[in-house]
């Protein structure tokens, strides 16, 4: 997989990467001249897991054809629910990951900050709800998946941020 680059074009970055994932660089990109907002949301590797302290090494897998089709529906549902949004990016990153890298970078700009906060919140919680990306954990006591698998639903079941998933 090569490393991603900002887009050429367009208002939507969406992506997969083997490669270290760069905040800045996405937050910088998502900047337009009308929005007075730029939220950034970067989760990062932690040493511990619910049950499994010494977390040493995450390794994310994914389905990659269907996971950057899920991240584009993802960028289109918060396009309709904020259309005031100016940019969206949506970039997970593959492979192994030490403690501290950063493994999701989400950024919304928005004209207004309450946009760019509900914007980038309900993103990371689609994108987590939605896009088929595994991890599995490395800890003092072992390796296996994580212990947060769930159903993968589809962007428009996601409910507002915080809220979890619709029924």
């Known amino acids: 997989m090569a490393a991603?680059?900002?887009?050429?074009?367009g208002?939507?970055?969406?992506?997969?990467?083997?490669?270290?994932?760069?905040?800045g660089t996405v937050t910088s990109?998502?900047?337009r001249p009308g929005c007075g907002a730029v939220v950034t949301f970067t989760g990062t590797v932690r040493d511990h897991a619910s049950g499994r302290p010494g977390v040493e090494l995450l390794s994310y897998e994914a389905y990659e054809h269907q996971a950057v089709v899920r991240l584009a529906a993802v960028a289109d549902e918060l396009r309709r629910r904020w259309p005031e949004v100016g940019r969206v990016a949506l970039v997970h990153r593959v492979g192994d990951l030490s403690v501290g890298d950063a493994a999701v970078v989400v950024a919304?700009?928005?004209?207004?900050?309450?946009?760019?906060?509900?914007?980038?919140?309900?993103?990371?919680?689609?994108?987590?709800?939605?896009?088929?990306?595994?991890?599995?954990?490395?800890?003092?006591?072992g390796r296996s998946w994580g212990l947060e698998a769930q159903h993968l639903v589809e962007?428009?079941?996601?409910?507002a941020p915080g809220v979890g998933v619709s029924s």
Do not use: C, M, N, Y
């Not at 928005?110 to 954990?137: C, L, N, Q, Y």
């Not at 962007?155 to 409910?159: E, L």
């Open 11 to 23: 208002d939507d970055w969406v992506a997969l990467d083997a490669g270290e994932l760069d905040a």
């Open 108 to 141: 919304v700009s928005a004209p207004h900050r309450s946009e760019a906060f509900a914007a980038a919140s309900w993103g990371i919680d689609a994108v987590k709800a939605t896009v088929p990306i595994w991890k599995r954990e490395t800890w003092s006591g």
């Open 29 to 31: 990109w998502a900047v």
């Open 4 to 9: 991603v680059v900002t887009p050429e074009a």
């Open 155 to 159: 962007p428009g079941d996601v409910d």
